[in-house]
Every structure is written in C-alpha cells, then in structure tokens.
C-alpha cells in the first residue's frame, strides 16, 4: 500500500534525521548560506544508487537512483557541486517547466526549505497539498551537497507526475539569489534545462559469468572534443589476425572521468565481410575526409546511451564475433553533446566488451527498427498530424 505524506512543507531543522543543523559559509562568497541536515551514520554506498547520470552539461548536477519494486517508488540522490541558493528538480511530459511536478530546495538567506510543489500553464509555482516527493536528508561531503528523497511511481495527486517505463524528462534549475518564499521564484530566470532518462529499469539478474572470460576495450584515442555543440566522432579499430569466434556475453561503458555530461551514447559496430581491409580513420562522422567505404560498418555489437548500465546477455546466448566469414574491422562511433562549446576536452571514453570461446548453444542477434534520419521527417508547419510509415524487409528478419 502506498502512503503520501499530507505534511506542509517544513523548514529543514525539523527533520527526524538532524543530528547536525550547520550553517557554512563558501570561502568565495560570504553570503551563501545552506542548512545542512546531516544522515545518521554512514554515506550511502555507489552500489546503494547504481543509476547515474549528469542533469547539466557542467556536470555541477549529478543525479543517482535506484528503483524499488515492492515499495512502487524511487529513491534519488543528487549531487550539488556548486548550491547557491537552492534548485528545482522534477519531470514533466516533454521538458517544459510550465505543468510540470517538482521537488524544491530554497533558501530565503537564513533558512533552507524543502517541498513538493507544481507549476501551472503560466510556469507559475504552488505547494502542493499533498507532499509527495518526500526529502530523507542531506549531507555534506567534499564534493558538494547530497539531498536524498524519495518518490512513488503513483502517488494519486492529479499535479503529480506519474512515473512509468519509457523516457522520462527530467527538468532542473538552479537559483542564483534567495527568495522569501516558493511563489516568489521565476521560472523564467533560473538556469535550467532538461534530462532525458528511462528512470524505471527491468529488474533482473546477472547471469553467471564463465571463468574464461576475456576483455577488450574499443576506446577513442585521446581526442580532442571539437568546440561545437553535437558531433559525431568516428574511430577504426581492428581484431587481431586470425581471431577465432567468440561470443561477446557482456558489455560495459568506458567514460573518460570529467565528461560524463558530455559522452552523450556511443557504438561499436563491425563492418562488412565483403571487404578484406578498411581505411584506418580518427575524426568526425561527417568530414568529407571520412573514407567512403566506413558506410559499410554498420552491424551493432554494442550500444550504450547516457545513464545506461552495462549491459548482460542471458547465459544461453551470445553476440558472435570473428571467426570465418566476420570481419575483424570495428567502427566506435561516439556522440558528444558540447552544448556550452567547452574546448579542449580530450576523451578516451568508448565500451569494454567482455566475451568467450566457449561458444554458447545460441547467437544472439541486433534488430534495429526505425527510420533513416532524412529532412523528409521534418514536421511540415501548421499541421494537426503528421504520420511516418516504415516497412521492415526480409533482410530485418534474416
């Protein structure tokens, strides 16, 4: 049975989980306050959130969850490298702040609050009446402030968000002065945007890995980001000579440490046997410098998208690679979204494959469905619909 908290919003003191109530001060400006309720005993372990991913291209937002099942909730831990005066955290349908479900830390310069809150069609905010985003408390640490809460995934509050399977659009913004009170805070002012996540995961087990495991790791060499806000970098790698089949049966992603808000998704794909050799090549998808004949690497062996896990196959069956009549060329193709134009990141981010020579009963197959991006599924102005049709062919279901 779920159970919504009707409590008003409460200044943070008056929390059950005060043990320590301090007030600090930032060595670089004397006038941030923040109320720090500190979590009785230790900090939460990594493996007690094992979902993460950056809110802020910045990454001064980090965002951890976990998902439980028999509770219907979430628990989320988030991660303020840089609090001024508090942040709104919450969802909404496409990633609007007008009509959307928050969750808001704010600070009038002496006090810290906390509460539920929702914003009307005008991005106007209001308390809910009904608390259900339900603060567990805060700590803080070298890195920043944790705040950790907790929300169901039905809470049966018609201003709630309800959180299902599929995408979820989270929103955040930051505030950069104090307010006397939740109504006073434009939403039209905050430094925000929005994150996309699948916030509920299945729930299942790792499967039994074999003791004769072996890993590899298909990884940019050091490249530098270019300074523009989406590209596409394209790196050749190759299987040794002579590299017998295996079966790929896990797959994890490499993140160079400092771009986790950068390293957008990344793919590993094995090109086509037709061709005994490819062009090495290090540089972006798009270049006119790209050899033509990389178009003809395009069989998935991985695929990894920002606040994914790694990924496991079941025990019965494997990915197949090398080995007769497989190519042993790869193509790691990784998506950089830039949009504040950092320059000079250098990246080495890309997916370890862990695989097998004890083949498995099965060879597990990728099925991509969709459509190629053309200008053609541009929505036309003005139009009250707009339907694409794709077909699958014979060769999908080979």
């Known amino acids: 049975r779920m159970q919504n908290s009707r409590n008003k919003p409460c200044s943070c003191p008056s929390l059950k989980l005060r043990e320590v109530a301090s007030m600090y001060f930032t060595m670089v400006a004397a006038f941030l306050v923040i109320l720090v309720v500190a979590l009785q005993g230790s900090a939460p372990r990594g493996s007690d959130f094992p979902y993460k991913v950056p809110l802020d291209p910045q990454g001064l937002l980090e965002l951890s969850w976990n998902v439980s099942y028999p509770e219907q909730a979430v628990h989320f831990q988030l991660l303020i490298r840089e609090l001024r005066f508090g942040l709104l955290f919450g969802m909404s349908d496409r990633g609007e702040f007008e009509n959307a479900d928050l969750a808001v830390l704010w600070s009038d310069g002496h006090s810290s609050y906390f509460g539920d809150a929702w914003s009307d069609a005008e991005g106007q905010l209001h308390m809910d009446s009904q608390q259900d985003y339900q603060l567990l408390g805060a700590r803080r640490a070298p890195e920043g402030l944790y705040l950790l809460f907790r929300r169901a995934f039905s809470t049966c509050d018609p201003k709630?968000?309800?959180?299902?399977?599929?995408?979820?659009?989270?929103?955040?913004?930051?505030?950069?002065?104090?307010?006397?009170?939740?109504?006073?805070?434009?939403?039209?002012?905050?430094?925000?945007?929005?994150?996309?996540?699948?916030?509920?995961?299945?729930?299942?087990?790792?499967?039994?890995?074999?003791?004769?495991?072996?890993?590899?790791?298909?990884?940019?060499?050091?490249?530098?980001?270019?300074?523009?806000?989406?590209?596409?970098?394209?790196?050749?790698?190759?299987?040794?000579?002579?590299?017998?089949?295996?079966?790929?049966?896990?797959?994890?992603?490499?993140?160079?440490?400092?771009?986790?808000?950068?390293?957008?998704?990344?793919?590993?794909?094995?090109?086509?046997?037709?061709?005994?050799?490819?062009?090495?090549?290090?540089?972006?998808?798009?270049?006119?410098?790209?050899?033509?004949?990389?178009?003809?690497?395009?069989?998935?062996?991985?695929?990894?998208?920002?606040?994914?896990?790694?990924?496991?196959?079941?025990?019965?069956?494997?990915?197949?690679?090398?080995?007769?009549?497989?190519?042993?060329?790869l193509r790691l193709e990784i998506h950089y979204h830039n949009p504040l134009v950092f320059k000079g990141r250098r990246d080495s981010s890309g997916i370890r494959l862990y695989y097998t020579a004890s083949l498995r009963p099965y060879d597990a197959g990728i099925m991509e469905l969709g459509l190629v991006y053309t200008p053609v599924m541009a929505i036309p102005p003005g139009e009250d619909a707009f339907v694409l049709t794709g077909y699958c062919t014979d060769k999908c279901t080979q």
């Open 160 to 329: 709630d968000y309800l959180i299902e399977d599929g995408t979820v659009h989270l929103i955040y913004g930051i505030l950069e002065k104090p307010v006397p009170s939740l109504q006073a805070i434009n939403i039209s002012a905050l430094h925000g945007g929005l994150q996309r996540v699948q916030l509920l995961k299945p729930n299942i087990s790792v499967p039994q890995l074999p003791g004769d495991m072996k890993s590899m790791e298909i990884t940019a060499p050091d490249v530098v980001i270019p300074s523009q806000e989406t590209t596409y970098w394209c790196y050749m790698a190759e299987l040794p000579k002579g590299f017998p089949k295996h079966h790929i049966i896990m797959y994890e992603p490499v993140v160079t440490a400092g771009n986790e808000a950068l390293v957008h998704h990344m793919e590993v794909f094995q090109c086509a046997a037709d061709f005994d050799s490819f062009p090495r090549y290090n540089g972006p998808c798009d270049s006119k410098m790209k050899p033509e004949r990389l178009n003809y690497c395009r069989h998935v062996l991985a695929a990894w998208a920002m606040g994914a896990q790694a990924f496991y196959y079941p025990e019965e069956a494997g990915l197949a690679f090398g080995g007769p009549g497989s190519s042993r060329y």
